[in-house]
């Protein structure tokens, strides 16, 4: 893991987790289910923490759902995912934490978005009632504040001043300028009231990818609390994987952002986890963390006229995935593991040496003599029909050898 530049910031310790500081970027998710369907709901948590999601958030919109978060909770404590769970809130929570103790003491911490805690008077005694309550329980919060519900009050009076200076920005710069004034006023205000510097993380969501840079960059410079990374919405297919990963690489390649979300649209019936393996390939891809073995694979070319090496590079990712689970408990440390599968000559040898191990097709013919290169130097050659199933046995050995006690 490289040496980051990471902003300074307080730490939130959230269900054990700490976010912010020199802890490293924390990935969350979200259910889709109704949360009061406790089965579908606790089956879901359960996925998304076995993806790899430290924490995980549910909506909590009614009374049903406040009834059935601690059933989750002990759902998935008890099939060994204690995974934190965040609860988000809009319009009622204040009610609701109030009306379900229960509900309270089986969150690890509170999500709110102040823009939708009414108007006026009415905003601030209910936005005090859920600090209150969060500060009775000991409970970090969330204050996130979105684009699509920001504080209707503040935007307009922004726009009112906006309209009266000489060079008018922009009614997105205005809007920009409201989110991180809204954040960062809730805090001050909910400090105020008593609620503890270090429970507090901020969130200014938008859609667009640009918007979302800049606002992050203003928030970043204007606090010192941790900050929760996300778009609102980013999107379907390519299109949310694209988005999702240009502006988190972008922000925490800056040294921005303590903990991240990737809020991809599923396609219908798909899997939810696909967001958390997103988070995973951006922070593994920044070297920000590790989390499971990686293959450098060449893309192909008119010089590799056989597509061995493809069908080898897609083998060995799918074994070593496979291999992830039990290797992080028996070789800590593994999952910084490089292995390189190369189609040809070209570029083939240098990417196999930089690798822990690798090998290098010579890019033709179904029957090659190959290469291996373990920590940059040559070790022999691999070649025949079991030239993956060989190959996979040299990694193991490799992995036992520089992780464990020799024994693979």
Not at 193 to 217: A, T
Not at 244 to 257: F, N, Q, R
Request: proline letters at 5%.
């Amino acid at each position: 893991m490289r040496l980051s530049r990471r902003r300074k910031s307080t730490v939130c310790l959230v269900g054990g987790v700490p976010i912010g500081g020199e802890h490293p970027v924390v990935i969350q998710s979200m259910t889709d289910t109704p949360t009061a369907d406790v089965e579908k709901t606790a089956a879901q948590a359960i996925s998304l923490a076995r993806a790899g999601s430290e924490l995980v958030r549910l909506t909590v919109n009614d009374s049903a759902a406040a009834r059935a978060v601690p059933e989750i909770v002990k759902r998935m404590e008890a099939s060994g995912c204690p995974v934190p769970l965040v609860g988000d809130f809009h319009f009622n929570g204040h009610l609701l934490l109030r009306k379900h103790p229960a509900l309270v003491q089986a969150l690890s911490k509170l999500r709110i978005n102040p823009g939708n805690m009414g108007l006026g008077v009415r905003h601030d005694a209910n936005f005090r009632t859920f600090i209150e309550i969060a500060i009775e329980a000991g409970k970090p919060v969330r204050i996130g504040v979105n684009a699509g519900s920001l504080d209707r009050e503040l935007f307009a009076e922004r726009m009112d001043k906006n309209g009266n200076r000489t060079v008018p920005l922009s009614a997105e710069d205005v809007q920009t300028e409201a989110l991180v004034e809204s954040a960062t006023q809730s805090a001050e205000v909910a400090i105020g009231w008593g609620l503890p510097e270090e429970s507090i993380i901020l969130s200014c969501k938008v859609s667009r990818l640009p918007q979302m840079v800049d606002v992050y960059r203003r928030l970043g410079k204007a606090t010192g609390f941790p900050l929760h990374l996300g778009l609102t919405e980013a999107g379907m297919g390519i299109r949310g994987i694209v988005t999702t990963a240009s502006a988190l690489a972008i922000l925490l390649d800056e040294g921005i952002g303590d903990t991240v979300r990737a809020s991809l649209t599923p396609e219908p019936h798909g899997d939810r986890t696909a967001e958390v393996r997103l988070c995973q390939e951006i922070l593994q891809g920044l070297t920000l963390r590790s989390f499971r073995p990686s293959v450098t694979a060449c893309p192909g070319c008119g010089r590799t006229s056989s597509d061995l090496f493809r069908r080898s590079a897609a083998e060995i990712q799918e074994r070593l995935d496979k291999l992830r689970e039990v290797w992080t408990q028996a070789y800590p440390g593994s999952e910084t593991l490089a292995v390189a599968v190369m189609g040809c000559v070209v570029n083939g040898p240098g990417e196999s040496k930089a690798a822990d191990i690798g090998m290098s097709l010579p890019g033709a013919g179904e029957s090659p003599k190959v290469p291996l290169y373990v920590d940059g130097e040559q070790e022999g050659f691999l070649e025949g029909e079991g030239l993956v199933d060989d190959f996979m046995e040299r990694v193991k050995t490799y992995v036992a050898k520089r992780w464990g006690d020799g024994v693979s």
